[in-house]
C-alpha cells in the first residue's frame, strides 16, 4: 500500500501548476527534496511508492524518484517528466536503475541541486517558449531609440501578447516617464540589485508596475544607475521565461551588464538617423554589439542627407534593414499628459511595429 506523507495541497495561482511528486523512504533524500522545492516555491505531494490513483503518476509535472524507490517504481506505466535521484557519486549501477523506470535524467546530490531547482520551478510555472526578446539601441544620442522601444511593447500588449518593457538606460530619463507613468506603483531596478540566481518569473511580473497593458522595469529617481551583471542575468532570464515579448530599451555603451543582456536578446534593432556622422557613429557601435548579438538590424529615421535613403543606410553599415521608422509627433497632449508611442494602433509607426511583430513572430515559429 502506498504511504502518504500530508502536506498542505497547492494552490496554483494564474499560469502556475501543481507540484512535483516525490517517491523516497529516505529521510534525509526527503528532507533535501523538500528544501529544493522549497526554494523553488513548489508544494510536493510525497509517496513512499507510486500512488494508487495512477491517475496522480501520470498528471504529475515532474516525478522525483528515489534511488532507494527505483525498484518500487518498476512496471510503472512508463512516462516523461521521471528524474532518478541518488546521492552515491561512484554507483554506476544508477544508470541501469534509471533506465528501467524509463527515468529522462539521473541527479546526484548535491551537485545536482541548482539544476534540480530550476527544472521544478520551470515545471510549477509552467514554462513554455521563452519570450521573443528585442533590444532597441540608438546608432548616435537622440536617435530615437527610447521612443521605438516604447512603440514595439505597446503594440505588443496592443496585440494581446504578454509583454514586458526593460528600461536598460539608467541614463535615459526613464520610460515610465515617457509612458506617462512615473508615479505608478511598482518596483525599479534598484529593488533588484542584490538579486542572483533565480527569480520567480510570476513574482517579477507582478511586482512591476503595469502601464498601457504591459509591465515596465524602469529606474527610480535615486542615485543608483548600475545594476550588478548577476542582477540582470537573473532579471532578464525571468522575464523571458513565460514567453510572448520582451523588449529592452539599451544604452549606447557596452559594460557587463549591457553585455549579459545583449546575450539574451534574439533581434537587435539600432536606429539610425539617415546622416553620414549618425551612420559612422552607428558603425562603431554595431561593430561592438555586433560582437555578442548575432542578429542585429538597423531601423532608419529621416530627414535623409542628399544621396541617403534606408537602403544604402543599411548597405553603409552591412547590415540587415528592419524598415524606415516614422518620426511619430503629438507625444505630449496640451495637459502636459503624455501619449505613449504608437497608442490607438494608428499612424505610421504604430503600423511600422506592428508589421515587424507580424514578421519576427513568423521567424520565432519557424525557427
Not at 512496471?75 to 546521492?87: F, H, I, Q, S, Y
Not at 539601441?137 to 496592443?158: E, P
Not at 521565461?241 to 551588464?257: K, Q
Not at 537587435?268 to 554595431?286: D, F, Q
Request: charged fraction near 25%.
Amino acid at each position: 500500500m502506498s504511504t502518504t506523507v500530508t502536506h498542505d495541497p497547492p494552490q496554483p495561482g494564474r499560469g502556475r501548476r501543481a507540484g512535483p511528486l516525490i517517491l523516497t523512504e529516505d529521510p534525509d533524500l526527503l528532507d533535501d527534496l523538500l528544501r529544493l522545492c522549497a526554494a523553488a516555491g513548489a508544494t510536493p505531494e510525497v509517496h513512499h511508492a507510486v500512488p494508487e490513483r495512477t491517475a496522480r503518476w501520470e498528471a504529475a509535472p515532474l516525478v522525483l524518484v528515489g534511488d532507494d524507490a527505483a525498484g518500487r517504481v518498476r512496471g510503472t506505466a512508463l512516462r516523461r517528466g521521471v528524474v532518478l535521484v541518488g546521492r552515491d557519486q561512484d554507483d554506476p549501477g544508477v544508470w541501469e536503475r534509471a533506465i528501467r523506470i524509463g527515468a529522462d535524467h539521473v541527479l546526484l546530490l548535491p551537485d545536482g541541486e541548482q539544476w534540480l531547482v530550476d527544472r521544478i520551478a520551470d515545471v510549477v510555472e509552467g514554462v513554455g517558449r521563452p519570450a521573443l526578446t528585442v533590444g532597441v539601441m540608438g546608432g548616435r544620442g537622440g536617435a530615437g531609440a527610447s521612443t521605438l522601444a516604447c512603440a514595439l511593447a505597446v503594440t505588443s500588449a496592443r496585440e494581446g501578447l504578454r509583454t514586458l518593457l526593460v528600461d536598460a538606460d539608467p541614463l535615459g530619463g526613464g520610460l515610465d516617464v515617457l509612458l506617462g507613468g512615473e508615479s505608478a506603483e511598482g518596483l525599479r531596478w534598484p529593488a533588484f540589485a542584490a538579486s542572483r540566481g533565480r527569480l520567480g518569473a510570476g513574482a517579477l511580473e507582478e511586482s512591476l508596475p503595469e502601464l498601457h497593458g504591459l509591465r515596465v522595469l524602469s529606474w527610480d529617481r535615486g542615485d543608483q544607475v548600475t545594476v550588478p551583471a548577476p542582477a540582470v542575468r537573473a532579471v532578464l532570464s525571468a522575464a523571458r521565461r513565460r514567453s510572448g515579448t520582451v523588449v529592452v530599451d539599451l544604452p549606447r555603451r557596452l559594460d557587463d551588464g549591457v553585455t549579459e543582456l545583449l546575450s539574451q536578446i534574439d533581434i537587435g534593432l539600432i536606429v539610425v538617423p539617415g546622416e553620414l556622422r549618425a551612420v559612422a557613429a552607428a558603425g562603431r557601435m554595431a561593430s561592438a554589439v555586433g560582437m555578442v548579438l548575432r542578429d542585429l538590424r538597423v531601423a532608419v529615421r529621416g530627414p535623409y542627407t542628399p544621396g541617403l535613403d534606408d537602403h544604402e543606410v543599411a548597405r553603409l553599415l552591412g547590415l540587415p534593414l528592419a524598415g524606415e521608422v516614422p518620426v511619430e509627433g503629438g507625444l505630449l497632449r496640451p495637459d502636459g499628459s503624455r501619449t505613449p508611442p504608437a497608442a490607438g494602433g494608428r499612424g505610421p509607426l504604430a503600423r511600422f511595429c506592428k508589421g515587424f511583430w507580424e514578421r519576427a513572430l513568423i521567424e520565432a515559429n519557424a525557427a
